[in-house]
């Protein structure tokens, strides 16, 4: 005998249906019920229905316990994760004589897979998050970064979602920084609501997969920044880090909320990364090939990205790439599809940072952030920054799951145009600099015309 595994998906927000109960966003129910078959000769069958409550990759979830129970394919992320629930899924490796029949979403394993018939896991986005850090509870935020630990630590940045700080571990290892955003709680924060342990999920999976590229074969680059740690912690923000903001603001002022409002039961996602040096827009370059260096390592970044993790940016303003010092004669390799390019650094090296607007697809899931939820992202104007959301929604039709690298030229066509009219350059009357402006220019008068970044550096640097 047979038992037949039914797959059912079931909508954000429906209501209790049979066995399914919903118990709140991000949360996957399974439910194995013993069930009867009406069609002769069929005898009796166990039937698994899944409610899928859209918002992260199922493939994830259920690798807690440390093997491969079910591994789904495209599963739905309502805000910012995955699409279009359950096409394909494996069983464990333990099960025989497995099959897949694609028309009806059934699987069928032999009898004795589940003994006890009446079974229910439920797995939220926060167990897939503490998971990713390595935890399985919040930690005591004053425990793992001690006010002892941040003497060495300056406040170097803010946004919405939180603050930036620069830091510099005692015991060595060079310095790196520091990411505080604060995550479910209730108060508003800079004028928003707290980001959802679902929604900042994205962010850290893509900001993963990306930092791995590094030690890809295929498709390598180490221009995206390097995550090198997260965690997950609870309680009132450091007394270090609020006399590191209060200087901040004294000197520079702050549109951010005091990080006083924050009680003992906060919880935050601290990034730590790499330090990427200085952002585009507060860089001073040395020359236009500097600029030109620029453009090229950030278009084979975006080419390898593409390849393979289908990934689109969607906010590679100046604010987004950060560049640091190298030597001049050095230079960087990159992979894409199995063949090396190797540019000159001239003396410089980008990280591409901040993916909270990007997407990827991850072994067949679309991991995005649906902009069509949020108006106001089309309606600023002045920088044209602000111009290319309204362009890249032209372009997908606003659907923001849709796979359009075409966003990433746009971004780069931005960056040409800034390194052109906006950067500030030291020696803007040599030979070497009045060059490499006429080779962006050549590179403006022509990026747009290509599909993909991938498209722009098999013709421009693929040799």
């Known amino acids: 005998m047979n038992v037949q595994i039914c797959i059912e998906p079931v909508e954000h927000g429906s ?5 399914h109960k919903f118990v709140g966003d991000a949360i996957y129910t399974y439910i194995h019920s013993k069930t009867e078959t009406i069609e002769e ?19 994830e979830v259920l690798n807690k316990k440390g093997s491969k129970l079910f591994e789904c394919r495209a599963a739905s992320y309502r805000k910012s994760y995955i699409s279009n629930v359950l096409q394909e899924a494996l069983l464990e490796e333990s099960f025989e004589n497995l099959s897949l029949n694609r028309e009806k979403s059934i699987l069928c394993v032999e009898e004795g897979a589940y003994p006890n018939h009446q079974q229910e896991v439920t797995v939220t986005a926060r167990e897939v998050l503490l998971r990713k850090c390595g935890q399985t509870e919040p930690l005591p935020f004053e425990k793992c970064y001690p006010n002892s630990v941040l003497q060495h630590c300056q406040k170097i940045g ?10 510099r571990r ?41 930092s791995d590229l590094r030690t ?35 000197s520079r002022g702050s549109d951010n909320d005091h990080p006083e409002i924050f009680d003992e039961d906060q919880l935050y996602v601290v990034l730590e990364l ?41 906010d590679l303003h100046w604010g987004n790439v950060l560049i ?21 650094t001239y003396g410089i090296q980008v990280a591409i940072i901040d993916f909270t607007l990007s997407r990827i697809n991850l072994g067949g899931d679309c991991i995005y952030n649906d902009l069509a939820l949020d108006p106001d992202q089309f309606t600023a104007s002045g920088d044209y920054q602000f111009e290319l959301y309204r362009l890249m929604q032209q372009q997908n039709g606003n659907n923001w799951q849709h796979y359009e690298p075409y966003t990433n030229i746009l971004w780069l066509n931005y960056i040409i145009d800034k390194a052109i009219t906006s950067v500030r350059y030291r020696k803007q009357t040599s030979k070497v ?18 599909k993909s970044a991938k498209a722009l550096v098999i013709d421009k640097f693929l040799h």
């Not at 920084?177 to 900042?200: A, D, L, M, Y």
């Not at 600099?433 to 290509?450: G, W």
Request: include cysteine; proline fraction near 4%; glycine fraction near 6%.
């Open 15 to 19: 209501s209790t249906v049979g066995k």
């Open 41 to 59: 000769p069929r005898p009796k069958c166990v039937s698994i229905r899944i409610k899928v409550v859209p918002l992260f990759n199922l493939r």
């Open 158 to 167: 803010e946004g919405v979602y939180g603050e930036v700080f620069l830091f």
């Open 170 to 210: 005692p015991t060595g290892g060079g310095t790196s920084v520091i990411k505080v955003i604060p995550i479910e709680g209730s108060p508003i924060v800079n004028g928003e609501r707290q980001k959802k342990f679902e929604e900042i999920l994205s962010e850290i999976t893509i900001a993963m997969e990306l």
């Open 216 to 250: 890809n074969a295929r498709n390598r680059t180490s221009c995206y920044s390097e995550l090198r740690k997260v965690t997950c912690v609870r309680g009132k923000y450091p007394d270090r880090l609020i006399e590191l903001w209060e200087l901040w603001e004294e």
């Open 274 to 314: 790499a330090n990427g040096g200085n952002d585009m827009e507060s860089f001073v370059f040395k020359n236009a090939q500097q600029a030109y260096a620029l453009v090229t390592q950030i278009a084979c970044a975006l080419a390898v990205g593409e390849s393979q993790l289908q990934f689109e940016h969607r």
């Open 324 to 344: 640091s010092n190298a030597d001049d004669n050095n230079t960087t390799t990159f992979t894409l599809d199995g063949k090396e390019i190797t540019l000159d």
């Open 433 to 450: 600099h009045a060059k490499y402006i006429r080779h962006l220019k050549e590179l403006k008068s022509e990026v747009l015309c290509y």
